[in-house]
């Protein structure tokens, strides 16, 4: 049986970074080219009425989906050794390839019917993968998450219906004249708003981190390149909609928001897999921010590297918790970096990364897109936002190596500890190569006609000035020891509304029921147990036991009854015959 699940899961492997490797070559040939292909396959055809299945294929899906798949294939990989002991991991293979399945339809479509069958898909089985783990607060994950990606999959649903107006559901050929109608705009704010579901951009936040019940192995696919990248890779195809518009600045100013609220959460976190998922969310704030002034390419560019870092940093994160026997909580670590060498490199190269750390992955984007923002013409409130969130980002990195890397281990024993298995360490090692030459590769083939960004001295330093100034406040906060007291519960109300997301998942949560359920309490009392009650049920059944008791006193004193009833005719009868006399 063990031999089957391992085929099994090496099957999958070596089709998926096959197909991977083939589309990466296929997608450098479309870029070079400049080519683009539609593909159309007509399922029906009656009279003058034809049903018509397109597929997209250009440089950017091809190069997409050749990440995708070969993240996924490097997860499954892994899942082989982390959910080895899990009696139903073929279940948990064939979900995840239906995920990525998923992923690849919304990639190739420029048809929003078929855009929709892939976005529910992703949406049905993340619900599938997040309630893996069958216990009261996987469910409760589960539920959050799919009602609140509900919400964009109405709004998408509704711009389907309003493009009945058009002769096509193939928004692509209606996106240049997207900004010269005012129903082309509706169509295109509902489908921000479910980009934003997506994405979890605020309001919609508070699913992301929730949705951390799932497997490891799963967060490592879903916050890398699948389903919350899934909002941004749609604005993408849709960038023509924020250039120069309202929908544009509103969510510049959102996704601003998004990426602050996010990084001053993870200072205050301590569960492992929640810090890396919000750095996760202050990310696709990034992307979206980028993408809403106007350059798409980057926003792309960034989503790219990002994945390969990300995926690297919840891998790590996996083989950590792992061998601390399930615990998340940085507090009970510390000194891993003696006892698991390799984990804890890959984890520090993927951490780097994530700051922008020169030359790794994520500097060539994050930079690059700094750099341009100061270029561009946005007030000092969205600046400020950039700025600062991106020190917030290596203050919270800073403080996760603290905690976890440096220090005495604060658990039972050191014994349990090591770079055990090949499997999740090939995954890893992989993923480490691609986290370090993935962003100057990709920089080479995207932008093979490069500009020069000539900025004056201080701006340019800015970038490494607000990296520098957040590490060493990461490091200092982090080093209890400097302040004696702990700062965060002297501020509790402070810490619990910066920690706590700005209290969203309360307001996703209670905050939409509990008023539901007070007007249905209410209505109850009111109605069901009120005077509906009081002159419906209770009313005929009132009635209807009087009616019963007083045949019942007819049944009981029948003899009585009946003589009194005879003699009262025997009278009604005389006097009827007095009468006629």
């Not at 999958?12 to 490797?21: E, N, P």
């Not at 698991?340 to 750390?357: Q, R, Y």
């Amino acid at each position: 049986m063990v031999n089957n699940l391992v085929n099994y899961c090496k099957n999958s492997f070596y089709i998926l970074i096959f197909i991977s490797i083939s589309l990466f070559f296929f997608s450098l040939k479309f870029l070079f080219n400049d080519l683009i292909y539609f593909i159309e396959w007509e399922i029906v055809s009656l009279h003058s009425m034809s049903i018509v299945m397109t597929f997209l294929f250009d440089w950017m899906s091809l190069m997409f989906m050749s990440f995708v798949l070969l993240i996924s294939s490097l997860v499954i990989f892994y899942s082989n050794q982390y959910m080895a002991e899990d009696f139903n991991v073929n279940r948990f293979i064939l979900l995840v390839l239906m995920f990525v399945m998923s992923m690849m339809m919304l990639i190739i479509s420029p048809n929003l019917i078929s855009i929709l069958l892939g976005w529910d898909g992703l949406g049905l089985v993340s619900y599938c993968l997040v309630i893996y783990f069958q216990n009261v607060k996987s469910y409760n994950a589960g539920m959050l998450t799919a009602l609140s990606n509900r919400i964009g999959d109405v709004a998408l649903l509704l711009a389907i219906a309003w493009m009945l107006n058009y002769g096509s559901w193939n928004y692509i050929f209606y996106l240049d004249m997207m900004n010269k109608s005012f129903e082309m705009m509706i169509i295109g704010s509902l489908v921000m708003l479910a980009a934003m579901t997506k994405s979890a951009q605020i309001p919609f936040s508070s699913w992301l981190p929730a949705a951390m019940a799932a497997p490891t192995p799963v967060s490592a696919l879903v916050h890398s390149s699948t389903l919350v990248t899934a909002g941004v890779y749609l604005l993408i195809r849709f960038n023509i909609l924020l250039v120069n518009s309202f929908m544009g600045q509103f969510l510049l100013l959102i996704s601003g928001l998004t990426m602050f609220m996010a990084g001053l959460g993870a200072n205050f976190e301590f569960d492992l897999k929640k810090i890396i998922a919000l750095s996760t969310l202050s990310q696709l704030g990034l992307m979206m921010s980028i993408l809403s002034i106007g350059f798409y390419k980057l926003a792309f560019f960034h989503l790219l590297t990002h994945a390969l870092f990300k995926a690297l940093l919840f891998m790590c994160a996996g083989v950590i918790i792992h061998n601390t026997k399930n615990a998340q909580d940085i507090r009970f670590m510390g000194s891993l970096s003696m006892s698991m060498p390799l984990t804890c490199s890959c984890f520090n190269i993927a951490n780097l990364a994530l700051c922008g750390m020169p030359f790794l992955a994520g500097f060539y984007s994050k930079d690059l897109i700094l750099e341009v923002v100061m270029l561009s013409y946005i007030n000092f409130f969205s600046f400020f936002l950039f700025f600062f969130s991106t020190g917030l980002t290596v203050c919270y990195s800073f403080r996760l190596v603290y905690y976890s890397m440096t220090g005495d281990f604060n658990m039972t024993s050191l014994n349990m500890l090591n770079d055990k298995g090949w499997t999740m360490s090939f995954s890893i090692f992989f993923l480490m190569v691609m986290a370090i030459i993935g962003g100057s590769m990709l920089n080479w083939l995207m932008f093979f006609n490069p500009d020069m960004i000539c900025l004056p001295f201080d701006m340019k330093m800015l970038t490494l000035i607000v990296c520098i100034l957040g590490g060493v406040s990461g490091y200092l906060m982090s080093n209890i020891s400097l302040f004696f007291y702990n700062k965060s519960l002297m501020n509790y109300g402070l810490s619990s509304f910066a920690g706590g997301m700005w209290f969203m998942p309360v307001i996703s949560t209670l905050g939409v029921i509990k008023f539901s359920m007070n007007l249905g309490l209410y209505s109850y009392k009111s109605f069901d147990q009120g005077w509906s009650e009081f002159f419906g049920g209770q009313m005929l059944y009132n009635q209807l036991k009087n009616y019963s008791l007083y045949i019942q006193e007819f049944q009981n004193n029948n003899l009585k009854i009946y003589l009194l009833s005879y003699l009262l005719w025997v009278i009604v009868l005389v006097l009827m015959s007095m009468f006629l006399i």
